[in-house]
């Protein structure tokens, strides 16, 4: 699938992206990467849900820190010194500030020919963002997914729970079966919110699965969950995106 390497302006500076597929359906889906950056792992995600049809964007969130990485996601948390500058930039860059930046990513992709409904996917720490970008873009942004998303209704005040109100498109959550950045507490919380929002949401946990399953290079990757987590995405975004 094509690729192409670009750059965003944001309102805060400019970030490193890559843009994937025709969009000849029209429809642009955003992902959210996790907290190990723009890699081979997440260019293979990006690349399938080009092969449906979606012109993807995956920008690099962790722009305003500068140079960094590359990570092994397999060991990166297990070296104090990698797992310092990882937590450094998630706590560097806020939810208002990825809310800023997706802005200019729906911009982009309405540049690149995607014109009609917008997803979002975020996978750990993108998941989060993939949510709170559906409520900050309620009339852009249709679906938006999250897989083995943490602090999703964390008492918090830029947490997707205390946004679910603004949310007008459909909701994906896929849980890790034990997580502790979403307890079974942060679903229950997650899906009355929702619920009382009348936002139409599935939250659906994977038994056996542990948080960073779905994508390929991490340490607990699980193939035949994985697949699960594709046959659920293209069938969600399918029906929310392409009506």
């Known amino acids: ?137 309620p009339d852009r942004i249709a679906a938006a997914a999250s897989f083995h998303g943490g602090h999703l209704a964390a008492d918090v005040e830029d947490s997707p729970v205390s946004n679910a109100a603004k949310i007008k498109g459909r909701v994906y959550v896929g849980v890790a079966g034990v997580d502790q950045s979403f307890p079974p507490e942060q679903s229950a919380r997650l899906a009355e919110a929702l619920r009382r929002a009348e936002v139409d949401h599935i939250i659906e946990n994977y038994v056996g699965m542990r948080h960073g399953w779905a994508v390929s290079d991490h340490s607990v990757f699980d193939a035949d969950g994985a697949e699960r987590h594709w046959r659920r995405l293209i069938t969600f975004f399918g029906e929310t995106l392409r009506k």
């Open 1 to 137: 699938m094509t690729k192409s390497e670009i750059e965003i302006r944001t309102q805060d500076g400019v970030a490193k992206a890559a843009l994937f597929g025709s969009g000849l359906n029209g429809c642009g889906v955003i992902l959210y990467m996790d907290a190990f950056g723009l890699r081979p792992a997440l260019d293979a995600v990006a690349s399938r849900l080009a092969g449906k049809g979606y012109l993807v964007l995956v920008p690099d969130l962790f722009y305003r820190s500068g140079a960094y990485g590359p990570y092994d996601a397999k060991t990166a948390f297990s070296d104090e010194k990698t797992r310092s500058e990882i937590m450094g930039m998630i706590s560097g860059t806020s939810q208002a500030m990825s809310q800023r930046d997706t802005e200019a990513f729906i911009r982009t992709l309405h540049d690149a020919g995607a014109t009609g409904p917008i997803g979002t996917v975020g996978y750990c720490m993108g998941g989060a963002r993939a949510l709170n970008a559906a409520a900050a873009f």
